[in-house]
Nanobody, 125 residues
Framework: QVELVESGGGLVQAGGSLRLSCAAS????????MGWFRQAPGKEREFVAS????????YIAQSVKGRFSISRDNAKNTVYLQMNSLKPEDTAVYYC??????????????????WGQGTQVTVSS
């Protein structure tokens, strides 16, 4: 069992940056594959990025590639999503997720077992 708490969301102008954090409870954080998803109003949940247990493998959605990056600090039980050059279409609730059997380079939400409550990111034009 793991609990996930996101932070770092907020209101930012287009072109700005935000860094989201996701703090995980428990002593086995390094055994979880971590992902970020987002959901805009009226839209389905969308994969954003994922990172493997050691951090050696990352996978970034094409829609944010070159602007977003994912990293983790297993000593701090935290995964990060650095978001640069934000656009109004990035506006969404961003969710952190953890899974033990996630296929590398998979964007499927159903592979994740645990989810945070989400943090709102709003990008103004």
């Amino acid at each position: 069992q793991v609990e996930l708490v996101e932070s770092g969301g907020g209101l930012v102008q287009a072109g700005g940056s935000l860094r989201l954090s996701c703090a995980a409870s428990g002593r086995t954080f390094s055994s979880y594959y971590m992902g970020w998803f987002r959901q805009a109003p009226g839209k389905e949940r969308e994969f954003v990025a994922s990172i493997s247990w050691s951090g050696a493998n990352t996978y970034i959605a094409q829609s944010v590639k070159g602007r977003f990056s994912i990293s983790r600090d297993n000593a701090k039980n935290t995964v990060y999503l650095q978001m640069n050059s934000l656009k109004p279409e990035d506006t969404a609730v961003y969710y952190c997720a953890a899974g033990t059997n996630v296929r590398v380079y998979s964007a499927a939400a159903d592979q994740y077992d645990y989810w945070g409550q989400g943090t709102q990111v709003t990008v103004s034009s």
